[in-house]
């Protein structure tokens, strides 16, 4: 194996690749990164449930394959300073040249490298790349950390001729975006595991091709697209085979209490709120209409208390309720209006959250029992 290629373009296909090798694997060659050279320049990884595939144009001298440790590929191409490299083996192993440094690092047998899954299925769906970034960056933060129960570890995406819903819950807050779309022609739904689903979306950021195409293989869901200055970039994740929960039964219809306010008003009052609420991270919030007072207060007996109000238009019931505040500034990123209206529903019921004139994004908060 023989290649030639610029330091910027081997660098963003290492990077790539580099964040979905395995971490503290028992098998080697699951921390490393394969670089087959036939027709083309191929790199991969996997990790058994998430694995790559970049594909980068080259000049190719000789065919042939390699594998070596990913972290210590993406530290040797960093530190090089020219603007050509040249990477060849040498004995099995990977040698890599560039003005003025020479670098040998040991490969490991790549035959042992597990095999990628080939593109198709039957369920293949054009869809845009920043449709589908911005539907899972808008709820992912609500899903589970844990995946005791899969379901709620996971961003349920939904599509269909209208458009793409996404959905992601931990049981204790909610958030739903739904983005209309032309593009969508199939209907298609698939639970991706949390960790899978920010990979996928830190992928998409390196891909500049305006749709990619999604396909659902078994259990299997695999992504394609082209990337920036490198070629092909194929994704594939494992998917979850489960059922998520009937969400829209829990998303109150009727409310008792509404308050609009500036979105960055109350996201100052939360974070000052935070200082004082100690470990617990509890706010109470207090809305009373006839006295126009909407105000929050957090109190720590290592800290101190504080009480604050805001500017706010507000009608229906007096009410008394306490929440997280990190669950209920976590939406704010996914809220691009400048005013947000916060629906109570009364005492122990959920809060739900929407930007003002923008029907696409709903969050739903659970309120504490104290």
Do not use: W
């Amino acid at each position: 194996m023989k290649i030639g290629t610029t330091k910027e373009r081997l660098s963003r296909a290492v990077l790539l690749t580099e964040r979905i090798v395995g971490k503290k694997e028992s098998l080697p060659v699951l921390s490393c990164i394969l670089i087959e050279v036939g027709k083309e320049c191929i790199l991969r990884a996997t990790n058994l449930e998430a694995g790559i595939e970049v594909r980068i144009p080259v000049e190719i001298d000789e065919v042939g394959m390699v594998a070596v440790n990913a972290h210590v590929l993406a530290q040797t191409i960093r530190s090089v300073s020219a603007e050509k490299i040249t990477l060849r083996n040498e004995d099995s192993n990977l040698l890599i040249e560039s003005r003025g440094t020479k670098t040998l690092i040991k490969a490991v047998p790549h035959n042992e490298f597990p095999p990628l899954s080939p593109m198709g299925g039957s369920r293949g769906i054009s869809v845009s790349r920043d449709l589908l970034m911005r539907g899972i960056q808008s709820v992912a933060y609500a899903a589970s950390p844990s995946m005791i129960r899969p379901e709620l570890g996971s961003v349920y995406v939904s599509m269909n001729s209208s458009g793409m819903t996404t959905v992601a819950t931990d049981s204790f807050r909610l958030a739903e975006k739904s983005i209309r779309s032309t593009t969508i022609k199939n209907e298609q739904d698939l639970l991706i595991p949390l960790k899978h689903a920010l990979e996928l979306t830190h992928v998409l950021e390196s891909i500049d091709s305006e749709m990619v195409e999604m396909h659902l293989n078994d259990s299997e869901l695999i992504v394609t697209g082209n990337g920036l200055q490198i070629g092909q970039v194929r994704y594939i994740s494992r998917v979850i085979d489960g059922q998520f929960p009937n969400y829209k039964e829990i998303i109150p219809k009727q409310f008792t209490t509404e308050a609009t306010v500036l979105k960055n008003d109350f996201a100052e009052m939360l974070r000052k709120a935070r200082v004082f609420s100690g470990n617990d991270q509890h706010v109470g919030l207090h809305l009373y209409p006839k006295r126009k007072i909407f105000s929050a207060t957090a109190q720590s007996p290592d800290v101190g208390e504080m009480s604050d109000s805001i500017d706010a238009a507000i009608s229906g019931d007096d009410l008394d309720i306490n929440f997280h505040i990190g669950y209920l500034s976590d939406c704010f990123s996914s809220i691009a209006s400048d005013s947000i209206t916060l629906n109570f529903s009364g005492p122990g019921r959920p809060v739900v959250i929407r930007g003002v004139s923008d029907a696409s994004f709903t969050y739903l908060v659970m309120p504490l029992n104290r």
